[in-house]
């Protein structure tokens, strides 16, 4: 898997891609740590590239949205695959994760 | 004996002809206690799927529950740091598909756990225990038995027609 990151304004757009599963990188679970805990965060995830998502990816994606909303930041995911959609639909995180089709929708409802 | 016959015997020695596109429909694969076994699990069974003309949505699905289940017992199945053996078993008849997974790991009905609560608030979210869900939802059937100091977890789906 690999993860990218950009700087737009206060916002910063993490980019995902490949598996979110038991194999993910530490790195990346220690950098979106990182990047939810700062004060007031403005976080997109695009999950546009990721084919696949375990209930170990959603427990990092969980924590990070619940470190962002207790520093009182705003966090949105955005593209989800239908297969991966699925599995947010199934555990219940579609109605408690802000989730927008377009990157662009879901970077303009953190700004 | 028939072809179908013969083919599964094949099968059953040890001979997995998926991605040569031989028909069988019945697969035994064997896996090392490692977390990256998972994903050459995977690519057999995408094969395989893929070999049946089956929907990639189907595959998809199976792959999860395979995930969900050795993941849990690579990570909390074992008291020491020996090499194990997890056995998968997948095979189609008749539209239904049946896989099994058998380990020697310490006895753990992952059924006996309460389904976590999905619709608690985002701090009240369960973090454990949403694999096991995943895999009772996609399933038709789900069942485990512990049966001469194995663990069997069983869990099929019918092909739509």
Known sequence: MEMIEESLGKTVVV????????????GFETRL??????????????????SYV????????????RKVKAGKGKVALCAIQPQVKEVFDISGLSA???????????????G | MSNQHRLKDNVHN????????VMASRIDISLKNKLP?????AELVEAFFSDHALPDRLSHNFNLAFDEIITNIVSYGYEDEAEHRIDVHLSLTDGLIEAEVVDDAKAFDPLNAPDPDITAELEDRP??????????????????KRENGRNHFYFCKRASP
Not at chain 1, 35 to 49: F, H, N, R, T, Y
Not at chain 2, 37 to 41: D, S, T
Not at chain 2, 129 to 141: A, I, N, Q, W
């Open chain 1, 96 to 110: 408690v994760f802000s989730i927008h089709p377009a990157r662009e929708a879901a970077v303009q409802s953190v």
């Open chain 2, 37 to 41: 076994e998972i994903h050459r699990l």
């Open chain 1, 33 to 50: 740590m990182e990047l939810s805990e700062a004060p007031g965060a403005s976080l997109v995830i695009d999950l546009g590239e990721v």
């Open chain 2, 14 to 21: 040890g001979a997995v002809h998926i991605g040569l596109h």
């Open chain 1, 15 to 26: 980019t995902v891609k490949g598996r979110l599963d038991s194999n993910m990188s530490k």
């Open chain 2, 127 to 144: 973090i454990g225990g949403l694999g096991v869900f995943f895999v009772k939802k996609l399933m038709d059937e789900v069942r485990y």
């Open chain 1, 54 to 65: 375990s209930s170990a990816g959603l427990r990092v994606l969980l924590l990070a949205v």
